[in-house]
Nanobody
Framework: VQLQASGGGLVQAGGSLRLACAGS????????MAWFRQAPGEEREFVAA??????YYADSVKGRFTISRDAAKNTVFLRMNSLKPEDTAVYYC??????????????????WGQGTLVTVSS
């Protein structure tokens, strides 16, 4: 199983980006999928997850970010609107073939993408 993240870049505050995470090696429709991020000097933190048709968000991104899936493309997306400088980080996608209520814990995910850098300028 492999995950390939893409879509990062430089954007001004208030702008938008859409990240994509393409999976290969299995069908991801039943997997729990998530996005995490890690800012310089900080620990990796939960951003959003999609598990059993339910979406979860960190409070810091709720109302601005949307996680979605395209089963036909085996891809999960993270649409990020109203970006803020504090959203600057490397964003990672993650996958787990088993359902868990601990969607926010990075330790439970088995597969990780390589990360894509998002930089939001003020």
């Amino acid at each position: 199983v492999q995950l390939q993240a893409s879509g990062g870049g430089l954007v001004q505050a208030g702008g938008s980006l859409r990240l994509a995470c393409a999976g290969s090696g299995d069908t991801f429709s039943s997997y729990d999928m998530a996005w995490f991020r890690q800012a310089p000097g900080e620990e990796r933190e939960f951003v959003a997850a999609s598990a059993q048709s339910t979406r979860y968000y960190a409070d810091s991104v709720k109302g601005r970010f949307t996680i979605s899936r395209d089963a036909a493309k085996n891809t999960v997306f993270l649409r990020m609107n109203s970006l803020k400088p504090e959203d600057t980080a490397v964003y990672y996608c993650a996958a787990d073939r088993h359902y868990s209520k601990q969607y926010y814990s990075d330790r439970r995910y088995d597969y990780w993408g390589q990360g894509t850098l998002v930089t939001v300028s003020s």
